[in-house]
């Protein structure tokens, strides 16, 4: 088919608009740093006028909070467009065709699945570390920078270590080696910045927490490494042994004679989770046009103009708008549910990343909804994503019900039942659609209200 002959064309097109959309950004330029010594004998107002230069040069009175948010606010940046990016090779094999059903198209990308599924919560996870460390500061180094460039590029690269491990998903040692090395890197960059704020206490915001976790980490993670090139045939299914974490990690908090701090959580926490998942969110919303950006050429060519876009690619441009609109209907909940949060815990933070999985996927439920519009199966994939989406927020509400003190004084918690309108909703047009295929049953949502107002009215009589 031509689309197949194309499609390299077309990854490179889609990668191309990538980088567009991501955009780029430097600093502004500036002179040559001078001598530590003979900035400081400068005027006041001379030293304020100097432009950006290098970070090595700047005194610990010139680092300001906005500078320790901004590194925040970039680490989240970069880390939600790994996250969100790991969709990119289903997508592709979307956009590639030659299948009739959904059933022979995972079978023959099993791996390609499993990748963006293992490596989302691997990403996640080391974004949670990260997380919990930068919470215990309040002043940044330029050690701390460059440590967090170091846990960046792990993040960055774990994105290629996934797709390269899908495509030769095989007993090749050097690519368990490469995943399990980059995890390592980035598991390293942490302890790495625990180590600083133990060495700087001036950087730290409270008592250091012990480092017997991470290096149980490090250990399990170096012992995985050298398993998997060691018995390649076990393949990843070494990194089980993380499974021994908790217990490792019991058995040593006995041993330490004194208790350990408690872990720091700040307001800065709460919005880094917030604006984290709003990132990646904007990236996955975005992601649903690229396909279309990918006929641009090809209609141009043809000159058919909107008329044949319309005409020859109808299904793609309405998988779009639906799925565009879809993904707003279920983030205006989760605005709602986080304006009331006032702190956040753990378990919130994995039910936040459960509902970002689910959104992160909806670009290759789409493209699957836009490739076969009739198949019972990618209609239950894409309505089966937004009810993992809805029961994620389900989930998250009943936990800030669970836990009144993570809401904001003063506010109430939110009736469960609003929560479990939707869900419900879609859980009946997921049965309806499986027998009989038709996204038309997505219709059913229209009763959401109707069917809240009537259990707000019957409230009073129970």
């Known amino acids: 088919m031509p689309r197949r002959a194309e499609s390299a064309a077309s990854k490179a097109a889609r990668r191309a608009t990538v980088i567009r959309f991501i955009g780029a950004t430097s600093l502004p330029a500036g002179p040559r740093p001078v001598a530590a010594r003979r900035a400081a004998s400068r005027p006041p107002a001379a030293r304020a006028a100097t432009p950006y230069c290098r970070l090595v040069t700047?005194?610990?009175?010139?680092r300001t909070e906005r500078g320790l948010d901004r590194l925040v606010n970039f680490s989240d940046a970069?880390?939600?467009?790994?996250?969100?990016?790991?969709v990119l090779p289903l997508v592709d094999v979307v956009e590639e065709g030659g299948y009739d059903d959904l059933g022979p198209l995972l079978a023959d990308h099993s791996g390609t699945l499993a990748a963006f599924v293992v490596t989302f919560a691997v990403i996640g996870r080391l974004w949670l570390v990260q997380h919990a460390v930068f919470e215990e500061v309040r002043a940044y180094s330029p050690a701390l920078v460059a440590v967090n460039f170091v846990w960046l590029a792990a993040i960055v690269l774990l994105p290629f270590a996934a797709n390269l491990l899908s495509t030769v998903f095989t007993d090749d040692p050097s690519v368990f080696a490469l995943y399990i090395g980059v995890v390592i890197a980035a598991s390293a960059a942490t302890l790495g910045m625990r180590l600083l704020l133990r060495r700087d206490p001036a950087l730290g915001a409270g008592a250091p927490q012990p480092l017997s976790r991470p290096l149980i980490v490090l250990g399990l993670l170096g012992v995985a490494l050298v398993l998997a090139v060691a018995v390649p045939?076990?393949?990843?299914?070494w990194l089980l042994l993380l499974l021994l974490l908790e217990p490792l990690d019991r058995w040593a908090r006995r041993r330490r004679?004194?208790?350990?701090?408690?872990?720091?959580?700040?307001p800065r926490g709460l919005d880094r989770l917030v604006n984290f998942s709003d990132a990646t969110v904007a990236i996955a919303i975005t992601l649903l046009v690229l396909p279309l950006v990918q006929l641009a050429p090809e209609i141009a060519e043809s000159g058919g103009g909107v008329a044949a876009l319309l005409d020859d690619h109808l299904d793609q441009v309405?998988?779009?708008?639906?799925?565009?609109?879809?993904?707003?209907?279920?983030?205006?909940?989760?605005?709602?549910?986080?304006?009331?949060?006032?702190?956040?815990d753990g378990p919130l933070a994995w039910l936040d990343l459960l509902w970002l999985a689910a959104v992160a996927f909806f670009p290759f439920a789409t493209g699957v909804i836009a490739l076969l519009p009739d198949s019972r199966g990618t209609i239950g994939l894409y309505v089966g994503t937004m009810v993992v989406m809805s029961g994620a927020l389900v989930l998250i509400e009943r936990h800030l019900e669970r836990r009144p003190e993570l809401l904001r004084e003063g506010v109430a918690g939110a009736p469960l039942?609003?929560?479990l309108v939707p869900f419900g909703l879609l859980v009946l047009a997921f049965a309806l659609a499986m027998a009989a295929p038709s996204l038309w049953w997505l219709l059913v949502l229209l009763l959401q209200r109707p069917v809240q107002v009537l259990l707000e009215r019957r409230r009073p009589a129970g």
């Open 233 to 237: 045939a076990v393949n990843m299914l």
């Open 417 to 419: 039942r609003r929560a």
């Open 257 to 266: 004679p004194r208790a350990s701090a408690r872990p720091v959580r700040t």
């Open 318 to 344: 309405l998988a779009f708008a639906l799925s565009f609109v879809l993904i707003a209907v279920f983030w205006i909940p989760h605005h709602r549910v986080f304006e009331r949060a006032d702190d956040y």
């Open 58 to 62: 700047r005194t610990p009175a010139e």
């Open 78 to 86: 970069v880390t939600a467009i790994a996250i969100t990016f790991l």
